[in-house]
T-cell receptor, first 108, second 116 residues
Framework: QKEVEQNSGPLSVPEGAIASLNCTYSDRGSQSFFWYRQYSGKSPELIMFIYSNGDKEDGRFTAQLNKASQYVSLLTRDSQPSDSATYLC????????FGQGTRLTINP | GAVVSQHPSRVICKSGTSVKIECRSLDFQATTMFWYRQFPKKSLMLMATSNEGSKATYEQGVEKDKFLINHASLTLSTLTVTSAHPEDSSFYICSSHGRGLTDTQYFGPGTRLTVL
């Protein structure tokens, strides 16, 4: 079992719709959870971090964490073509571990 | 967030040569930096944790003598790929924690290494 699992996609969402990305993790001792966006050929850029169960909103993004289910998600409202990228979930217990990423395409 | 730079952004070298990649934290002093490698369409894999003034901590399976890390100052860490071979071709990315945010990592722009 991979430590951090994401659906590799690709996930296609129409412009203006909500994009929902999911991530599960295996280490119950994980305390910090991150979502990064990575455009092709570029390095990851931080979108959000979340530490506590529940929802955290920042602009068009909402991160959701459920530690009991070992599940973290990222919702993007009013998706734009510029949101098309690979989204990396990262989870930290002793060290930061990345999922393989979900490729998201927003269709105009 | 933190500002992290890397140099060079792209390097092409012949097999057998050594390549040095620099990672700088521009707006704060970083006692710890991280080096990752990413192969095409794969996720980031932590290679080593670079500690200012002490030896780096390497992840299992990463050759210490192959990937030399030096963190001589609070703003600069270097990764040297020694005797590079085509299988070392990859995207190398460094990161650092932001000031006061010890869990959050901010990434440099990355270095694309191609070994011929």
């Amino acid at each position: 079992q991979k430590e951090v699992e994401q659906n590799s996609g690709p996930l296609s969402v129409p412009e203006g719709a909500i994009a929902s990305l999911n991530c599960t993790y295996s280490d119950r001792g994980s305390q910090s959870f991150f979502w990064y966006r990575q455009y092709s050929g570029k390095s990851p850029e931080l979108i959000m971090f979340i530490y506590s169960n529940g929802d955290k909103e920042d602009g068009r993004f909402t991160a959701q964490l459920n530690k009991a289910s070992q599940y973290v998600s990222l919702l993007t409202r009013d998706s734009q073509p510029s949101d098309s990228a690979t989204y990396l979930c990262a989870v930290k217990a002793q060290k930061l571990v990345f999922g393989q990423g979900t490729r998201l395409t927003i269709n105009p | 967030g933190a500002v992290v730079s890397q140099h060079p952004s792209r390097v092409i070298c012949k097999s057998g040569t050594s390549v040095k990649i620099e990672c700088r934290s521009l707006d704060f002093q970083a006692t710890t930096m991280f080096w990752y490698r990413q192969f095409p369409k794969k996720s980031l894999m932590l290679m080593a944790t670079s500690n200012e003034g002490s030896k780096a901590t390497y992840e299992q399976g990463v050759e210490k003598d192959k990937f030399l890390i030096n963190h001589a100052s609070l703003t600069l860490s270097t990764l040297t790929v020694t005797s590079a071979h085509p299988e070392d071709s990859s995207f190398y990315i460094c990161s650092s924690h932001g000031r006061g945010l010890t869990d959050t990592q901010y990434f440099g722009p990355g270095t694309r290494l191609t070994v011929l």
